[in-house]
């Protein structure tokens, strides 16, 4: 089937020509933590933040990805896997598109990340750890979800009965619980800003 499938990369505008245009360097920015860390309300804060700056972004949330193009996928090993090497897919492309691309996923294992990594480009991919602790995340939650995980009514639930690993090389770390939401931001801005502008 391989045989029959052409490319056509070489003949098509290429990443530095969309960059060119809008001014800005395509990147991933990518969240990690448990649920209730803080990951979407940080990645919508920063999202608004560089849009001010006149830089184009797209959010990648878990529960909108999975309400989509992942409707099928369920959250075994394997499923959590696909989930995000599809994620990664996607975000390629934006990211080849010059787009500023800010993802937030649980994405649990060293290994998945640096899938996710691999398929995206390790020199594009900026890892962000929401190190928000587990007591915290259950104070936050407004779905409920980790008491229904404790009960074991949610299996292979992160954090509770399925394990989440410290990122092993975060390009930076932010625990929500430390410092107001507007200290995050200005935070990873500072961080982020040097490599997309």
């Known amino acids: 089937m391989a045989e029959n ?16 245009l809008l001014k800005q360097r395509g990147t991933m ?5 448990l649920s209730g860390s803080g990951k979407s ?5 920063l999202e608004r933040e560089l849009y001010k700056r006149g830089i184009l972004c797209r959010i990648l949330d878990g529960d909108n990805i999975r309400s ?17 090497r599809r994620i990664a897919e996607i975000s390629k492309l ?14 649990p294992t060293n290994a998945i990340r640096a899938m996710a990594a691999g398929i995206i480009g ?16 259950e104070k936050r939650d407004v779905k409920g ?15 509770i009965s399925s394990p989440f690993e410290v990122p092993e090389g975060a390009f930076i770390s ?3 619980s430390k410092q107001p939401l507007e200290a995050s931001v200005k935070t990873l801005l500072e961080a982020i800003l040097p490599h997309i502008q």
């Open 5 to 20: 499938i052409y490319p056509i990369f070489d003949r098509m505008l290429q990443r530095e020509d969309r960059e060119s």
């Open 29 to 33: 920015i990518w969240f990690t933590g």
């Open 41 to 45: 309300t940080l990645a919508i804060a």
């Open 68 to 84: 989509g193009i992942n409707n099928n996928l369920g959250f075994s090993e394997a499923d959590r896997t696909e989930n995000i």
């Open 94 to 107: 934006f990211v080849d598109c010059g787009i500023v691309t800010i993802a937030a996923f649980i994405s």
């Open 122 to 137: 390790a020199e594009d991919f900026l890892e962000v750890y929401v190190s928000t602790p587990i007591e915290e995340c």
């Open 145 to 159: 979800l980790y008491a229904k995980a404790r009960r074991g009514e949610i299996k292979e639930f992160t954090g």
């Open 174 to 176: 932010i625990d929500t």
